[in-house]
């Protein structure tokens, strides 16, 4: 699946996109979003991030 994912100070991003691009969500965090500054959130946005890639392959929504 392509994708990409981008960090700029201040915001996160994750897009892709399925083999036959008819399905491409965008994940936007306005804030900044690691490990050291705030371990839970960073936890939770790359769960959040996992499912929704993981899941656009069998067409759930």
Not at 12 to 38: C, H, I, K, Q, Y
């Amino acid at each position: 699946m392509p994708g990409h994912t981008g960090n700029f100070p201040g915001h996160t991003r994750l897009a892709a996109a399925t083999p036959d691009r008819r399905r491409s969500p965008t994940f936007s965090v306005t804030g900044r979003v690691n490990e050291a500054r705030a371990p839970a959130v960073a936890a939770r946005t790359r769960a959040l991030r996992e499912d929704f890639v993981c899941a656009l392959p069998r067409g759930r929504h």
